[in-house]
């Protein structure tokens, strides 16, 4: 069965702070890796997908990464713009669907 | 162009009553789920619509809980009776016409309180 596990569970980082995020997963076949933003009261907003081992993709001050357990989500100078919820999803070969973790709330102060 | 529209953003019902949720998707798309996310499981998938049709049901939680898909524009998640336990925000996601793969777009979900 298909597992995502996301840490830390929530951070606190000061505007500047640069920091990194975890997903670990194990998945029988990846498809794609997928990260999400969630904002109190909204849906997922769709970041970045990943497809193999090796692959980073980037949008503003965020950077994710990917390696054949793990994929990390860094943020390089955040400003309190960035406090949310981050989501990570991986989709299987055999599957339709996106099975998510469980998130990591970042807070970042001024 | 519209994204995915849900309604009700908030329902507050008594248990054992009915309770319907819609959902529109984006214009164009083939795939469509319903997810559910409470603080203790996170998103949780309930079924999963390709070309209207239900593939995957096997994350509905019992006979109380059903969802059609009569067109290629409108989704009902309908539970009854409601529990306190269904308690939950509700989402709807569409994925466009691409091999079943590529990223959810989410409606901004229902939030559902079974007193």
């Known amino acids: 069965e298909d597992q995502v596990t996301q840490s830390p569970e929530a951070l606190r980082l000061q505007e500047g702070e640069s920091s990194s995020l975890n997903c670990s997963y194990t998945?029988?076949?990846?498809?794609?890796l997928f990260w999400y933003r969630q904002d109190p009261g909204k849906g997922p907003e769709f970041l970045f997908t990943?497809?193999?081992a090796g692959e980073e993709k980037e949008k503003e001050r965020l950077k994710a990464t990917l390696t054949k357990k793990e994929s990390f989500l860094h943020i390089t100078a955040p400003k309190p713009e960035d406090s949310a919820t981050y989501l990570c999803?991986?989709?299987?070969?055999?599957?339709?669907?996106?099975?998510f973790g469980k998130g990591t709330s970042l807070l970042v102060t001024p | 162009d519209a994204g995915v529209i849900q309604s009700p953003r908030h329902e507050v019902t008594e248990m054992g009553q009915e309770v319907t949720l819609r959902c529109k998707p984006i214009s164009g798309h083939n795939s469509l789920f319903w997810y559910r996310q409470t603080m203790m499981r996170g998103l949780e998938l309930l079924i999963y619509?390709?070309?209207?049709?239900?593939?995957?049901d096997s994350g509905m939680p019992e006979d109380r809980f059903s969802a059609k898909m009569p067109n290629a524009s409108f989704s009902t998640l309908k539970i009854q009776p409601s529990e306190p336990r269904d308690s939950a925000v509700y989402f709807c996601a569409s994925r466009a016409r691409a091999l079943n793969t590529g990223e959810l777009f989410f409606g901004e979900g229902s939030r559902l309180t079974v007193l």
């Open positions: 619509f390709n070309n209207n049709v239900p593939i995957d």
């Open positions: 990943l497809y193999s």
């Open positions: 999803a991986v989709q299987a070969y055999s599957g339709y669907a996106l099975n």
């Open positions: 998945v029988s076949g990846l498809r794609g």
